[in-house]
């Protein structure tokens, strides 16, 4: 488990964000961040400097296989 805590400001976490090119000039987009620990954080792109949520890379790996195989398809 992660050593950051959900909900932390995203802006405190000494963390070089990433944001997909799939990204469109209106804000609307995730982005991500690797952790020291190993954990993967994630925050809004609108909001640098709200919570950040993050998850193990077992977690964040589940949800893109599922992602990948259309699972979440039917929520856009």
Known sequence: MPGVRNGVRASQLDARWIKSRHSNAEGNCVEVAPLTDGGI???NSRDPDGPALVYT???LAAFLAGAKDGEF????
């Open 73 to 76: 398809d039917h929520l856009v």
């Open 41 to 43: 954080a994630m925050r």
């Open 57 to 59: 890379a077992a977690e």
